[in-house]
């Protein structure tokens, strides 16, 4: 909501999704930022008041747009659905045409959280509006759809898009036509600054209170850490007491940084990052948490090996290691660049040859961050 702000957002439609932390956390929020959210449909049911503005209207030019908002009345509100109700959408949606009409808006935009099949159906059995923006597990609209005299568009998630929505007004100042475009925002675009700075302090307060919360559960698992398990991962320090050579070629590789690289990116608490960067992630006697478990950081020895206290069982030299290792960490979607035959020699103890080089990474992927 903070970046929002600062780009200067005109209005914001509420979803379901937004009221995950209940009603009040998010008006005060909102209030807070001044950040105007709009819905038309969503009342309190003490009161049967307006939960929010119904609608903005602002001046584009010499023309006044009104915007307003519907969130839709099959959701679920969560920690809100004793406090909210949400009235029939498209009910709602003439009133709020005529009411926009009446106190001169010349263009019509609804933020609709009510999905794409139903957004289409409501604009189309309810006219004046020009613009129906669609939110909702709706998939990217490229070009905007036509429906009669009004366009149906959609701008993808996570800020990746920018959208570009143009009405044209013939004399009488009617809607002409309307067109829309959505812009891929890829690294050319560049950050704003004062933006990233906001993800970042988001995301390091949000590591900080994992971080204390992990430290809490290293206290409980002090007594039961991985060592005391049958069966455990043993690290790669105890390898390389008889496996010298592996082992200094092991810490050349990327591998032996993995864990760096999420303390370096403070994601080094996150449960969605760590599985790939250490060692026995979730696994009896396998990576808990930094504290508890120092030695099981980065992707070493026995994640390709398996665990030690099964060296015995280990392949004999003529079984070689597979693609099938490296594909649970090496996804499309972590590692989109990988390819067996290239990455493998950069990870053999013994690859005499001349390296392939790897191809640069696609933006997007971790690599590119
Ligand atoms: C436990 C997860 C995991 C497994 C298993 C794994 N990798 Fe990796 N690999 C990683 C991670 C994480 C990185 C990135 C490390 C870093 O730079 O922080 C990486 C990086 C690499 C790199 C360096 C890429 C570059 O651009 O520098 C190569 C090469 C590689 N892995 C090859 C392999 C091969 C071949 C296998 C299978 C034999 C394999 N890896 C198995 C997690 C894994
Ligand atoms: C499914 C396994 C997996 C998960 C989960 C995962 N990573 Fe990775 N990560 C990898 C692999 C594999 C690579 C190496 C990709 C390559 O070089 O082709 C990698 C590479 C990276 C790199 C690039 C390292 C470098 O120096 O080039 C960064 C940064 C990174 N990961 C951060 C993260 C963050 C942050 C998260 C959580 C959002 C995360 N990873 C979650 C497997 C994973
Ligand atoms: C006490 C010494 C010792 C320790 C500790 C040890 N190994 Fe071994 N390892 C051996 C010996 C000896 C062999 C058999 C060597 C041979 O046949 O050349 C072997 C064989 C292997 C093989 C099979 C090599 C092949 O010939 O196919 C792998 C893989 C291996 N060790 C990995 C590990 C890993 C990973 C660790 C740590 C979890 C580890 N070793 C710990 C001594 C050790
Ligand atoms: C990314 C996966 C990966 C990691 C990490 C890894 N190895 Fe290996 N290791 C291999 C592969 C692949 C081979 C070659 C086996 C083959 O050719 O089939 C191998 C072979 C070996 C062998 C057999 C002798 C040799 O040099 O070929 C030993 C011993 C060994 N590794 C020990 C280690 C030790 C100790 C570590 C940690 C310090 C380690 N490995 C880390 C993949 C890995």
């Not at 366009?151 to 044209?168: K, N, S």
């Not at 597979?322 to 990870?347: A, D, G, K, L, R």
Request: proline content about 4%.
């Amino acid at each position: 909501m903070d970046a929002m702000k600062l780009l200067g957002t005109d209005a914001v439609g509420v979803g379901d999704r937004d009221l995950r932390f209940g009603y009040a956390r998010l008006h005060d929020r909102a209030e807070h930022d001044k950040l105007p959210l709009v819905s038309a449909n969503l009342l309190l049911k003490s009161t049967k008041l307006p939960a929010f503005e119904a609608s903005v209207i602002r001046k584009v030019g010499t023309v006044n747009v009104g915007v307003f908002g519907l969130i839709s009345d099959k959701a679920d509100f969560g920690p809100a659905r004793d406090s909210l109700i949400a009235t029939d959408p498209a009910v709602t949606a003439k009133k709020m045409v005529a009411d926009l009409r009446k106190r001169g808006a010349t263009v019509v935009v609804l933020l609709s959280q009510l999905g794409k099949v139903e957004t289409e159906d409501l604009v189309t059995a309810v006219d004046g509006i020009d613009v129906a923006i669609m939110g909702r597990n709706v998939g990217l609209v490229q070009k905007g759809r036509l429906i009669k005299s009004a366009i149906a568009v959609y701008g993808g998630e996570q800020g990746q898009y920018m959208g570009r929505t143009v009405v044209t007004l013939d004399g009488a100042r009617r809607n002409k036509s309307v067109e829309s475009e959505m812009f891929m925002l890829g690294p050319e675009v560049g950050e704003k600054k004062e933006v990233a700075a906001l993800v970042q302090g988001f995301e390091d307060k949000f590591n900080e209170k994992l971080r204390v919360k992990e430290k809490e559960q290293a206290v409980k698992q002090a007594t039961q850490t991985a060592q005391n398990e049958p069966d455990h991962y043993v690290g790669d320090e105890v390898c390389a007491r008889c496996h010298q050579a592996e082992s200094d070629q092991w810490k050349t590789t990327a591998h032996a940084r993995a864990w760096q690289t999420l303390v370096d990116k403070k994601k080094d608490a996150t449960p969605d990052c760590v599985p790939c960067h250490v060692l026995g992630y979730d696994k009896a006697g396998g990576f808990a948490n930094a504290s508890a478990t120092p030695k099981l950081v980065n992707v070493q020895c026995e994640n390709c090996h398996g665990m030690g206290t099964g060296h015995q069982a280990f392949p004999a030299r003529s079984a070689k290691l597979t693609e099938q290792v490296c594909i649970t960490c090496h996804t499309s979607n972590t590692s989109p660049t990988f390819n067996f035959s290239t990455y493998e020699p950069h990870i053999l103890h013994k690859f005499t040859g001349k390296l392939p080089v790897l191809p640069p990474k696609p933006t997007g992927s971790m690599g590119g961050e």
